[in-house]
C-alpha cells in the first residue's frame, strides 16, 4: 500500500495559532517523509522532511513529529502568520533501490487569519 | 540560478488536439519526474527518468499519454488525443540522485495549467 493519507483537507487559523497537519501510512519500507508547501500558481518547494529513526524535528516555526509505531506524522506551525497561508502536501519515499518518486497526501489548505 | 522551465505556463485546447508540454529540469539532476494535479486526486505521479531512461510508467493514465526524454536537458509529456477529463495542472520536477536513490528533495517547475473543452 502506497498511500499516504492526509488530513485535514482544509484548515483555518487565527493569526499566532498553531495549525497542526495529520499524515498516516500503511507502507513500513518508507523512509523518508517531507513536508511540501505550494503557493497558489507556483510548484511545490521542499518546507522540512524527516527521517524514521528520529521522533521529531524543528526547522524555525514547523517542526515535524514522527511517531513510527503509530506510522504518522505530522506539521506543526508555531506562531502562524498570514503568509503561510498554502496548500500543505505530505509526502513519502520508498525504501530499496531505484530513483523512485515521493508518494503525496492530497494536500491541506491552509488559511492564516490576520 | 534558473530553476525547472516548464512550457507553456497555460494551455487551452478543444478534445481530441494533441497537447505537448514541454520541461527543462535543472542542470545537473538526473532524475525527472512528470506529476498531474487536480483538485479530486491530488498531485499524482506519471512517470520518471533516471539518467534520461523512463523507470516507472505505471502513473500514466493510458496510451494517450506519452513521454520522452531525449537528452538531459529535455523532457516532453503528450496526449492525444485530449479529453477533457486530462484538465489539470501537470508539474515537471527534478532531483539528483546519488547510487541510484534520489535524494528526496524534488524541485518542481511553475507547472503547465491545460484546459481540455
Known amino acids: 500500500q502506497q498511500q499516504v493519507k492526509q488530513s485535514p483537507q482544509s484548515l483555518i487559523v487565527q493569526k499566532g495559532g498553531i495549525p497542526i497537519i495529520n499524515c498516516a501510512y500503511e507502507n513500513t519500507a518508507f523512509d523518508y517523509f517531507p513536508w511540501y508547501q505550494q503557493f497558489p500558481g507556483k510548484g511545490p518547494a521542499l518546507l522540512i522532511a524527516i527521517r524514521p529513526d528520529v521522533s521529531e524535528k524543528k526547522e524555525g516555526r514547523f517542526t515535524i513529529s514522527f511517531n513510527k509505531s503509530a506510522k504518522q506524522f505530522s506539521l506543526h506551525i508555531m506562531d502562524s502568520q498570514p503568509g503561510d497561508s498554502a496548500t500543505y502536501f505530505c509526502?513519502?519515499?520508498?525504501?530499496?533501490?531505484?530513483?523512485?518518486?515521493?508518494?503525496f497526501g492530497k494536500g491541506t489548505h491552509l488559511i492564516i487569519q490576520p | 540560478d534558473a530553476g525547472v522551465i516548464q512550457s507553456p505556463r497555460h494551455e487551452v485546447t478543444e478534445m481530441g488536439q494533441e497537447v505537448t508540454l514541454r520541461c527543462k529540469p535543472i542542470?545537473?539532476?538526473?532524475?525527472l519526474f512528470w506529476y498531474r494535479q487536480t483538485m479530486m486526486r491530488g498531485l499524482e505521479l506519471l512517470i520518471y527518468f533516471n539518467n534520461n531512461v523512463p523507470i516507472d510508467d505505471s502513473g500514466m493514465p493510458e496510451d494517450r499519454f506519452s513521454a520522452k526524454m531525449p537528452n538531459a536537458s529535455f523532457s516532453t509529456l503528450k496526449i492525444q488525443p485530449s479529453e477533457p477529463r486530462d484538465s489539470a495542472v501537470y508539474f515537471c520536477?527534478?532531483?539528483?540522485?546519488?547510487?541510484?536513490?534520489?535524494?528526496?528533495?524534488?524541485?518542481f517547475g511553475e507547472g503547465s495549467r491545460l484546459t481540455v473543452l
Open positions: 509526502a513519502a519515499r520508498l525504501s530499496g533501490g531505484g530513483a523512485d518518486g515521493l508518494t
Open positions: 542542470s545537473g539532476h538526473n532524475s
Open positions: 520536477a527534478s532531483s539528483l540522485s546519488r547510487g541510484g536513490r534520489n535524494t528526496g528533495e524534488l524541485f
